[in-house]
């Protein structure tokens, strides 16, 4: 069975195989190397003109209009690839996020509010104003929760994903913990060394772009003009 990790690097390299054939095939990359080669001669031009000059007016619309160009084929692979990477990032992210909560499983319980919030289950017996969070370990299948007497419909075991509710005038969200799928060497800061599918996601993506990228450069799919 190829596991959870294999899965995000194949999809992550299949999106990154479509999304170079789609290119290819929409992109015109002989106009956009010698568009992006006149730009950069007319840059090293302008320099030395005058910005009142007629002639430097002339070339810095011809480079602003080139721009433009060049901007609108890129845009065009987008119309195809859109949606299929919202329809993956949304299955991953319902898939890989959060790992599912079992008995030892250890989650954050948020509440805003004021109040009681007691659970057996997860020994919690706590006084809340504002909004709280508190770390706390799930002992056993059975788990109810309890917010000033009144009883929390949330079901805990098996599930893999933020879950939120309203219990009269507090509310409650019960966050499982993210799933890790590569350990660095290093510290990322604001991130940490732990990735979780996304990290992973884009670190595999890129790569093969890149190695795809060069590989198929100078190759193309359609005969342009």
């Given at each position: 069975?190829i596991?959870?990790?294999?899965?995000?690097?194949?999809?992550a390299?299949?999106?990154?195989?479509?999304?170079?054939?789609?290119?290819k095939?929409?992109?015109?990359?002989?106009?956009?190397?010698k568009?992006?080669?006149?730009i950069?001669?007319?840059?090293?031009?302008?320099?030395g003109l005058?910005?009142?000059?007629?002639?430097?007016?002339?070339?810095q619309?011809?480079i602003?209009?080139?721009n433009?160009?060049?901007?609108k084929q890129?845009f065009k692979?987008m119309?195809f690839?859109?949606?299929?990477?919202?329809?993956?990032f949304?299955?991953?992210?319902s898939?890989?996020?959060?790992?599912?909560?079992?008995?030892?499983?250890?989650?954050?319980?948020?509440?805003?509010g004021s109040?009681?919030i007691?659970?057996?289950?997860?020994?919690?017996?706590e006084?809340?104003?504002g909004k709280?969070?508190?770390?706390?370990?799930?002992?056993?299948?059975?788990?109810?929760?309890?917010?000033?007497?009144q009883?929390?419909?949330?079901?805990?075991?098996?599930?893999?994903?933020?879950?939120?509710?309203?219990v009269?005038?507090?509310?409650?969200e019960?966050?499982?913990?993210?799933?890790?799928?590569?350990?660095?060497?290093?510290?990322?800061?604001?991130?940490?060394?732990?990735?979780?599918?996304l990290?992973?996601f884009?670190?595999?993506?890129?790569?093969?772009?890149?190695?795809?990228?060069?590989?198929?450069?100078?190759?193309?799919?359609?005969k342009w003009?």
């Amino acid at each position: 069975m190829i596991g959870d990790l294999w899965i995000i690097v194949l999809i992550a390299i299949g999106l990154s195989v479509m999304t170079q054939l789609i290119n290819k095939l929409l992109i015109n990359e002989k106009f956009v190397d010698k568009s992006r080669e006149k730009i950069k001669k007319m840059q090293e031009e302008i320099k030395g003109l005058e910005h009142t000059s007629k002639e430097f007016r002339k070339k810095q619309e011809e480079i602003i209009n080139l721009n433009f160009t060049l901007m609108k084929q890129q845009f065009k692979p987008m119309i195809f690839t859109f949606l299929p990477y919202i329809i993956v990032f949304y299955f991953l992210g319902s898939m890989f996020a959060f790992n599912p909560i079992m008995v030892g499983s250890n989650i954050d319980v948020i509440v805003s509010g004021s109040g009681i919030i007691e659970s057996e289950c997860l020994n919690l017996n706590e006084t809340f104003e504002g909004k709280e969070i508190f770390e706390v370990e799930v002992q056993k299948n059975d788990c109810e929760i309890f917010i000033n007497n009144q009883e929390v419909g949330i079901e805990l075991i098996g599930k893999q994903e933020e879950i939120a509710e309203s219990v009269g005038d507090n509310e409650i969200e019960i966050r499982p913990e993210k799933r890790t799928f590569l350990t660095l060497p290093f510290n990322i800061p604001f991130i940490g060394n732990e990735i979780g599918w996304l990290g992973t996601f884009i670190i595999f993506s890129f790569a093969s772009s890149i190695i795809l990228n060069k590989s198929l450069k100078g190759v193309y799919l359609r005969k342009w003009d």
